[in-house]
């Protein structure tokens, strides 16, 4: 019985990148032997076992055979004849097909450090077009590396759209890859991937990427902007019924959907704050729901100077006009009205009123 450290791990540690976690693959074991040694099973769908110190995952080698549609459509075989080889073959690129030996040796037969220092994304065998979520992760591998996807795997992926296999992607896979991919260094290339295989048309077909949308993807990834924040940059030309429907259709969270949704609510208010008189400013406010969500209210700033650059002195007088809406002593006022529509009516006086002073 032997280990090895296998995919990400020895990647991040050839590009010098830090290794938070590792993953194993156990040669020649059975289930038997790894519990007899302490090992806690908890896998599903293959053998996969946590170690009784470090609890990192050991995975007995195996291989898979495409047996159904989608992406778990496949049967597995794990058996103590699976060589490393071949369980390194099923993986989905090079540069994720190496192992580490415990004496330190690495193991590479499919030329996976080559493609590290030549920046290029590269699948390992025919069996990638088994699994449309490879299409996925390549655009994900891209978006966290910046590296090119080798032209021989850029004309599978075409070939697997074609074909309509992406029409097989369960929408939470592609809302977590997609959400994977916008959290990465360079998520413009996300995009850039997705349309040239044409999975961006199939899965996405509300987006219409240009040169200031990747420009703007940019920009939220060199602020290091929340996820919520970066789908709102990336959906903020479209209109409620698209963004909508594109949420719903991918599942997305509701703190992602409900941050997009209100940029979009108030894009077109948002860009005229820079002029806007106090009772304007305290519209977007409410709109917003700003005085009762302030945090989410500071995301949707956010979002819109990623977008636009020119409304930072729009978001600057919307963050001094809620500074002060909120100094406005509701208490006292609810105390001093005859009715509901009083108290309203009092409230929004007095704030416009502290709008109007805090941005004299």
């Known amino acids: 019985m032997k280990a090895y450290v296998v995919g990400g791990a020895v990647r991040d540690e050839l590009l010098g990148l830090p290794v938070a976690d590792r993953d194993w693959v156990v040669v020649g074991a059975t289930p038997e032997a790894m519990t007899a040694q302490g090992f806690r099973p908890v896998g599903k769908d293959f053998p996969v076992f946590l170690h009784p110190q470090t609890q990192e995952e050991y995975a007995l080698a195996r291989t898979e055979r495409k047996s159904g549609r989608g992406y778990k459509g496949f049967t597995v075989y794990a058996a103590p004849d699976v060589t490393l080889e071949e369980d390194l073959r099923r993986r ?14 690495l193991i590479d037969p499919f030329g996976g450090a080559c493609d ?9 065998g025919e069996a990638f077009v088994e699994d449309p979520v490879r299409i996925l992760r390549v ?9 090119r996807v080798a032209e021989a795997t850029a004309t599978l992926m075409r070939g697997m759209v074609e074909a309509g296999l992406v029409e097989d992607l369960v929408p939470e896979r592609v809302w977590q890859e997609l959400a994977r991919g916008l959290a ?3 998520p413009q290339r996300m995009l850039e991937v997705l349309e040239a295989c ?52 991918l599942r997305a969270p509701n703190e992602v959907r409900e941050l997009a949704l209100t940029y979009c ?18 519209e977007t406010l409410k709109r917003a729901d700003a005085l009762r969500r302030p945090e989410r209210f500071a995301e949707l700033l956010a979002a819109a100077r990623i977008v636009d650059e020119r409304t930072v002195r729009a978001a600057s007088r919307l963050e001094r006009a809620l500074a002060a809406a909120r100094q406005v002593d509701a208490a006292t006022i609810a105390r001093s009205a005859a009715s509901p529509t009083e108290i309203a009516a009092r409230l929004d006086r007095a704030r416009e009123s502290a709008i109007a002073q805090a941005l004299s």
């Not at 590290?116 to 390992?124: C, D, F, K, P």
């Not at 591998?141 to 590296?147: E, I, L, M, N, V």
């Not at 894009?267 to 106090?278: G, M, N, T, V």
Request: glycine share 4%.
């Open 198 to 249: 044409g999975a961006l048309g199939r899965l996405i077909p509300e987006l219409h990427p240009d040169a200031a949308l990747a420009a703007a993807l940019a920009r939220a990834a060199a602020a290091a902007a929340p996820l919520a924040v970066r789908f709102t940059v990336l959906t903020a030309g479209l209109d409620e019924p698209a963004l909508r429907a594109l949420t719903e259709r």
């Open 92 to 105: 989905d690129l090079t540069i994720n097909a190496m192992a580490r030996a415990e004496d330190g040796a």
């Open 265 to 282: 609510r108030c894009r077109d208010a948002l860009r005229r704050a820079a002029e806007a008189p106090p009772a304007a400013m305290l």
């Open 139 to 147: 655009a994900r591998f891209a978006a966290r590396f910046d590296f």
């Open 184 to 186: 990465e260094p360079h």
């Open 116 to 124: 590290l220092e030549a920046g290029l994304l590269r699948h390992v």
